[in-house]
T-cell receptor, first 116, second 117 residues
Framework: GDSVTQMEGPVTLSEEAFLTINCTYT??????LFWYVQYPGEGLQLLLK?????DKGSNKGFEATYRKETTSFHLEKGSVQVSDSAVYFC???????????????FGQGTILTVHP | GAGVSQSPRYKVTKRGQDVALRCDPI?????LYWYRQALGQGPEFLTY????????KSGLPNDRFSAERPEGSISTLTIQRTEQRDSAMYRC???????????????FGPGTRLTVL
């Protein structure tokens, strides 16, 4: 079945450091890919998405590029802030016959802590 | 506007009891999803509805779990004869519609933390 694998965590960085969180997936067909973020005490929020190969999703300084050849969707940010401390989830949903089926398959999550 | 709400936020119950978890989606959202999240893991799909119709229940782990959405709005996830392994965060999400070419963002509620003693 479909699956998403994230890098082992947690990740601890100093403010203004460069962030990479690795994500790879296994899926048949043409999935859409997402990064969700969960801030402390809050629910999951969509951070960014990419719906086809070579698309780049971006939001709040975060970026991720849909790489079909390596089945990857790594999350990057050039300069993290303390407020970026959260749990980050990579996820996919399947496209079938041109329509999007909304069931999400998530990775296990990566805890990011940013220190001043 | 109001987001997805879930109640109760915390539920502690004894093994063997039945529990009902409620989800109130964003007004007008057609699709509603239930996920379960174990500690340190990502959410896992349980079931989803379009309007009042349950479209996919393949993620429900066994027949003790059921869900309904009788009027196409509020949904209830019921767990009968709870077991300790049912302890988890149960999350609900809603979206405008599912099954179209463009993905419609799922908006998640805060979750219900279920603890079975």
């Amino acid at each position: 079945g479909d699956s998403v694998t994230q890098m082992e965590g947690p990740v601890t960085l100093s403010e203004e450091a460069f962030l990479t969180i690795n994500c790879t997936y296994t899926a048949t067909g043409y999935p859409s890919l997402f990064w969700y973020v969960q801030y402390p005490g809050e629910g999951l929020q969509l951070l960014l998405k990419a719906t086809k190969a070579d698309d780049k999703g971006s939001n709040k300084g975060f970026e991720a590029t849909y790489r079909k050849e390596t089945t990857s969707f790594h999350l990057e940010k050039g300069s993290v802030q303390v407020s970026d401390s959260a749990v980050y989830f990579c996820a996919l949903t399947k496209n079938a016959g041109g329509t999007s089926y909304g069931k999400l398959t998530f990775g296990q999550g990566t805890i990011l802590t940013v220190h001043p | 506007g109001a987001g997805v709400s879930q109640s109760p936020r915390y539920k502690v119950t004894k093994r063997g009891q039945d529990v009902a978890l409620r989800c109130d989606p964003i007004s007008g959202h057609v699709s509603l999803y239930w996920y379960r999240q174990a500690l340190g893991q990502g959410p896992e799909f349980l079931t989803y509805f379009n309007y009042e119709a349950q479209q996919d229940k393949s993620g429900l782990p066994n027949d003790r779990f059921s869900a309904e959405r009788p009027e196409g709005s509020i949904s209830t996830l019921t767990i009968q004869r709870t077991e300790q392994r049912d302890s988890a965060m149960y999350r609900c999400a809603s979206s405008r519609v599912t099954g179209r070419r463009d993905y419609n963002e799922q908006f998640f509620g805060p979750g219900t933390r279920l603890t079975v003693l």
